[in-house]
Structures are given as C-alpha cells and as structure tokens.
C-alpha cells in the first residue's frame, strides 16, 4: 500500500462484513488521525485488484495535504462485476461475482457465443436472463422494479439492442434474420448484469457502508469522512447516505468518479415528470462539504451504455412508448458521469483546471468536467483527481 495508516472495508453482497471494522476505524482517530478518505471501486474481481486500486490513487496524497492534516485511507470492497467499455462481461468474471448463478452464466454464454438463429434459442435466452436477474415467472423482482426488456418478447429485446448499438431501425432487423440479432443479445446480457449490479450497489451502501459509518461516527464523533466512489462504487457510496440517520453528519466531502447512476439522483422534481423527484432528492444536504461529480465526454460506457440501461431498468419517469423506441440519448436516461448533476438548483459547475487552481466551491453540488484528464470509464488513476478529492476535502496545501 503507498500510504498509511490504510485500512480495508469488505462487504458481502448483503453488505454485511466482518466484525470490528468500525472499532478499527475509531481507532485510526484514536490515534490521532483528523481526515478518512473511504473509496469504493466500481469494478473489480478479487480483493487485490482492489488494493492494487487504491495504492494507485492514494499515491499523491501525502504530498498533497496540508501541514498539520493526519489522514488515514480506507479501501471499500465488495462483490462486483465490470462495468467497462468492453462489449461483453466475460463469463468467468460474472461466475466470480454471482457464484450461485454459475449454471446460468455458462448457458447464457454459449448461447451468445453460438449464435443459432432459431426463435427457440431467444426464448430459452430471455427466460435464462429473468433467471440471472432473479426476476419470477409473473415478471416479478425482489425489489418491484423489472427493467422492460427482461419482460419483452426476447426477439424484439435484441433487435432493440442490436438496433441500438448499430444505429440501424430494430424493425428492419427482424427480417435479416435472426442470426444477427445475438449483437443485440451480447448486450442484453451486459445489461443484466449491470441491472443486478447496480440494485447491489446500492443495497451495499444503505445497509453496508452507511451503518458503518454511523457507527464511527457516534464513537468518534470529531473524524471527518471523505467519500470517494468510482463507477457503481459512486452509486455506493452516494446511497451510504440513506443508512446515516439524520442527526449523524460524518461526511464532509463526497467525490463521484464518473458515476454509473443518475444525473437527476438528487433532484427533487425531475424535469420531465415534475411529481416525481430522484432517488437521493435532497441527500446531499447530509454532506457538510460539497458533492461533487466528475464528469467526461470521452466515458462512451456512460455515454451510450448507461443510458441503453437506464432506460430498460426504469431509472427514470416516463416509459409511455414501446420499448423500439428507446433512445440511447436522451437526456431523460444521463449519467451523472457524463454530464454531471441535473436538476439541482444552483448547483455549480466547473472545468478541470479551473478546481485545480482556485479550488472546490465549499457546500452544494459541484460538476467538474475532467475531459481534459478522463478518456474513458476507466481513466481515473490520474493526480488530478487526486487533487480534485483533496480540495473537495479542503485538507490540501493553498
């Protein structure tokens, strides 16, 4: 590890861990450590993928803080799959992360692999991909909400992906074939898997992370908490807020590295539906620091695939037309790591070089635009963004 005291925080997919982990924490400050920067990764397969993760970024940061700051780091780390810029999750990786479904993942791949033109195929496919989603026979998920494309007719869902990705109408697919439309199916099950990953995430993080954090804070009630999230880990870390009671507020900063969830989460109308309101409205008042949401034009995983997800898992308020209309684009379906946060009133926003020589706007949300810095989902080892954290922070030389 590059910097020290550093501590790990694990997760199981019910965001239950190990005992102790709050009491190691409470001691860091016992020791005299003032500032604890907890990061959560979006993707990663094993436990030292994710050390090796954050060694990387924390590296700067001792030569970044102020005199007088003592930090400690914290590593968040939880069972998650890959949400990249590659076009298919392999197998082996989704047998890692959902063990219990190995059967199913096998299957599922062969089939995109296979590629057979037979309606037969696309209907075993549609019902293997319910299965991987734990959606029921009556079309029914644990939570309630089932993305449209895992109820849709499996046939019509990849030519709608397929259509998609290819720009090409779905209805004129349907009659190239069948044997086409496995592009389309290739990302169906991308989807699905993001669609289990994301409800993850965000369970983690509610009942995981923001406990824990609760727990510190009440044992040690002078430690300012740093959030850091990258991908799905923004999403975990952003809805750690929902598990701190009210009266608790740790947090003093929360940095979102171009983040997989909504740009409208912390709305309290939603433009396009203005009695609905996003699924953080209003969290953010429990930071005492800013929120801020880094944001890149270059990120195409947040650019054209989030959207494609969104709008199939109901991220968003209007699903009035049928599901051959989706539009990748539209601003209804955004990434809050594509084009920063939506809908919040007076909300700043801000370009790279400018945060780096002035600094962070001291409360309130804040979208940086890193484009300069972030070409893609993945691009985030950069000191820049270290420096971003540290002034959102405040904890860094003038």
Same mark, same amino acid.
């Given at each position: 590890?590059?910097?020290?005291p550093?501590?790990?925080?694990?997760f199981?997919?019910?965001?239950?861990g190990p005992?102790?982990?709050?009491?190691?924490l409470?001691a860091?400050a016992?020791?005299g450590v003032?500032?604890?920067?907890?990061?959560?990764?979006g993707?990663?397969?094993?436990p030292s993928?994710?050390?090796r993760l954050?060694a990387?970024f924390f590296?700067?940061?001792?030569?970044?803080?102020?005199?007088g700051v003592?930090?400690?780091?914290?590593g968040?780390v939880?069972?998650?799959?890959?949400f990249?810029?590659?076009?298919?999750?392999?197998f082996?990786?989704?047998?890692?992360?959902?063990?219990?479904?190995?059967?199913?993942?096998?299957?599922?791949t062969?089939?995109?692999a296979?590629a057979?033109?037979e309606?037969?195929?696309f209907?075993?496919? *549609?019902?293997?991909?319910r299965?991987?989603?734990?959606?029921? *026979?009556e079309?029914?998920?644990?939570?309630?909400?089932?993305?449209?494309?895992?109820?849709?007719?499996p046939?019509?869902t990849?030519?709608?992906?397929?259509?998609a990705?290819?720009a090409?109408?779905?209805?004129?697919l349907?009659?190239?074939?069948?044997?086409r439309l496995?592009k389309?199916?290739?990302?169906?099950?991308?989807q699905a898997a993001?669609?289990?990953?994301?409800?993850?995430?965000g369970?983690v993080?509610?009942?995981?992370l923001?406990?824990?954090l609760?727990?510190?804070?009440?044992?040690?009630? *002078?430690?300012r908490?740093?959030l850091v999230?990258?991908?799905?880990g923004a999403?975990?870390?952003a809805?750690?807020?929902?598990?701190?009671?009210?009266?608790?507020?740790?947090?003093r900063?929360?940095?979102?590295?171009?983040?997989?969830f909504?740009?409208y989460?912390?709305?309290?109308r939603?433009?396009?539906?203005?009695?609905r309101a996003?699924?953080l409205?209003d969290?953010?008042?429990?930071?005492?620091g800013?929120?801020?949401?880094?944001?890149?034009?270059?990120d195409?995983a947040?650019?054209?695939?989030?959207?494609?997800?969104?709008?199939a898992a109901?991220?968003?308020?209007s699903l009035?037309?049928?599901?051959?209309?989706?539009?990748a684009r539209?601003?209804?379906?955004?990434a809050?790591?594509w084009d920063?946060?939506?809908?919040?009133?007076?909300?700043?926003r801000?370009?790279?070089?400018?945060?780096?020589?002035?600094?962070?706007p001291?409360?309130?949300c804040?979208?940086?635009?890193?484009?300069?810095?972030?070409?893609?989902?993945s691009?985030?080892?950069?000191?820049?963004?270290?420096?971003?954290?540290v002034?959102?922070?405040?904890?860094?030389?003038?």
């Open positions: 590890m590059s910097v020290d550093y501590r790990e925080i694990v199981d997919k019910d965001g239950d005992a102790g982990q709050a009491a190691e409470v860091l016992r020791r003032t500032d604890l920067v907890v990061f959560a990764h993707w990663n397969n094993s993928g994710a050390t954050y990387d590296a700067p940061f001792p030569g970044l803080l102020a005199p003592e930090a400690g780091y914290a968040v939880w069972p998650s799959m890959m990249s810029d590659e076009p298919v999750p392999d082996r990786a989704l047998v890692t992360t959902l063990p219990e479904k190995e059967r199913t993942i096998v299957r599922l062969e089939l995109v296979l057979p033109a309606e037969a195929a209907a075993e496919f *549609g019902a293997l991909l299965e991987l989603a734990d959606v029921g *026979g079309g029914v998920a644990a939570d309630g909400a089932v993305p449209d494309f895992l109820l849709a007719d046939v019509e990849c030519a709608v992906f397929t259509g990705l290819t090409e109408v779905p209805e004129t349907l009659g190239d074939g069948l044997g496995w389309g199916g290739r990302e169906a099950l991308r993001y669609y289990v990953m994301k409800k993850r995430a369970h993080g509610e009942r995981g923001g406990p824990l609760a727990e510190v804070a009440r044992a040690a009630p *002078g430690l908490v740093h999230g990258h991908s799905m999403r975990l870390v809805y750690a807020l929902r598990g701190l009671p009210g009266a608790l507020r740790p947090v900063s929360m940095t979102l590295l171009q983040g997989a909504s740009h989460a912390f709305a309290a939603l433009p396009h539906d203005p009695g996003g699924a409205k969290l953010q008042l429990r930071v005492r800013p929120v801020v949401a880094c944001h890149s034009r270059h195409t947040l650019g054209l695939l989030y959207p494609l997800a969104s709008r109901r991220d968003s308020a009035a037309g049928p599901l051959g209309r989706l539009v539209d601003p209804r379906w955004g809050i790591g920063g946060v939506q809908g919040v009133p007076g909300a700043a801000r370009v790279l070089p400018t945060v780096l020589r002035d600094g962070v001291a409360s309130g804040v979208s940086v635009d890193v484009a300069e810095a972030v070409r893609s989902h691009d985030i080892l950069r000191p820049e963004l270290a420096g971003v954290v002034s959102a922070a405040r904890i860094g030389r003038r």
